[in-house]
T-cell receptor, first 114, second 114 residues
Framework: GAGVSQSPRYKVAKRGQDVALRCDPI?????LFWYQQALGQGPEFLTY????????KSGLPSDRFFAERPEGSVSTLKIQRTQQEDSAVYLC????????????FGPGTRLLVL | AQTVTQSQPEMSVQEAETVTLSCTYD???????LFWYKQPPSRQMILVIR??????QNATENRFSVNFQKAAKSFSLKISDSQLGDTAMYFC???????????FGKGTKLTVNP
């Protein structure tokens, strides 16, 4: 079956621009996660949804970051007024309910802010 | 807060040989899960193996096995009969029971040489 897909795969933004990153999880997966992976680092948790409910957004680095999953399927991570430090790979992952830690990752969106 | 430490930034091994990747973690909790994820070059991150902390028996998945030492808070990954396709970044990760937030280490870059 289809895995997790993300779009765009690459995004170049000028500092101050707004960007929107999309994630299509595996069909039927209840849980959806966003991570930020800086160059040479492990992924860092940003936020988590169970269906359409955002249950944990403790990892969002500032109020410029916003995520939504309005119908419990596709999710969008929005970054407003991008800064150079936002340059990273943004990973999306999905998981069936209660399958602790077994997450299925997408290919990521590489964001470069100039 | 939990932390995960991978002290080997890079490792290499000859094809068909065995290699062990190290991971230590810090937690005050008793119930948790540990994982090894693999991120091949330009490909999606996938789960290699998982271990529930309450299980004393070390997890095994084909050529991959772990050495889980709960008292020492150590969780190493052994790859037997290394194959060229094992070349990847390997991330150790921690999950508290009842949480959905994976905490990753910084990763070990493994190169399998022909």
């Amino acid at each position: 079956g289809a895995g997790v897909s993300q779009s765009p795969r690459y995004k170049v933004a000028k500092r101050g621009q707004d960007v929107a990153l999309r994630c299509d999880p595996i069909s039927g997966h209840v849980s959806l996660f966003w991570y930020q992976q800086a160059l040479g680092q492990g992924p860092e948790f940003l936020t988590y949804f169970q269906n359409e409910a955002q249950l944990d957004k403790s990892g969002l680095p500032s109020d410029r970051f916003f995520a939504e999953r309005p119908e419990g399927s596709v999710s969008t991570l929005k970054i407003q007024r991008t800064q150079q430090e936002d340059s990273a790979v943004y990973l999306c992952a999905s998981s069936p309910l209660l399958d602790y830690g077994t997450q299925y990752f997408g290919p990521g969106t590489r964001l470069l802010v100039l | 807060a939990q932390t995960v430490t991978q002290s080997q930034p890079e490792m290499s091994v000859q094809e068909a040989e065995t290699v062990t990747l190290s991971c230590t973690y810090d937690t005050s909790e008793n119930n948790y899960y540990l994982f090894w994820y693999k991120q091949p070059p330009s490909r999606q991150m996938i789960l290699v193996i998982r271990q529930e902390a309450y299980k004393q028996q070390n997890a095994t998945e084909n050529r991959f096995s772990v050495n889980f030492q709960k008292a020492a808070k150590s969780f190493s990954l052994k790859i037997s009969d290394s194959q060229l396709g094992d070349t990847a970044m390997y991330f150790c990760a921690f999950l508290s029971r009842g949480s959905e937030k994976l905490v990753f280490g910084k990763g070990t870059k493994l190169t399998v040489n022909p």
